[in-house]
Nanobody, 126 residues
Framework: QVQLVESGGGLVQAGGSLRLSCAAS????????VGWFRQTPGQEREFVSS????????TFGDPVKGRFTISRDHTKNTVDLQMNSLNPEDTAVYYC???????????????????WGQGTQVTVSS
């Protein structure tokens, strides 16, 4: 089992920045990759970014490319999502998730993730 806890959400003005953190515990040695997704009411979870646990390869969804970065701290077992140049369309509940058995090409799909955090609200005011 892997446990995930997100932190760092909040309210920010458009153009501002926030940093989300996802702390992993338990069988972290089984993790293949970690992804960030976001969801607004009535919408499917949207891929934001993912990082490979072994070599920190990264990928980003088109709406956040060039504005968000993702990184992993090997000593703390945390994955951080740095969000810059935020706009109101970034408002959502952000979830981190871990997958233990998939292929890199599939990591944009929320369906391949095995463990999820509780989510953290990000609100961007105009």
């Amino acid at each position: 089992q892997v446990q995930l806890v997100e932190s760092g959400g909040g309210l920010v003005q458009a153009g501002g920045s926030l940093r989300l953190s996802c702390a992993a515990s338990g069988r972290t040695d089984s993790i293949y990759g970690v992804g960030w997704f976001r969801q607004t009411p009535g919408q499917e979870r949207e891929f934001v970014s993912s990082i490979l646990w072994s070599d920190s390869s990264t990928t980003f969804g088109d709406p956040v490319k060039g504005r968000f970065t993702i990184s992993r701290d090997h000593t703390k077992n945390t994955v951080d999502l740095q969000m810059n140049s935020l706009n109101p369309e970034d408002t959502a509940v952000y979830y981190c998730a871990a997958t233990v058995d998939t292929q890199w090409a599939n990591m944009r799909s929320w369906r391949v993730y095995d463990y999820w955090g509780q989510g953290t609200q990000v609100t961007v005011s105009s």
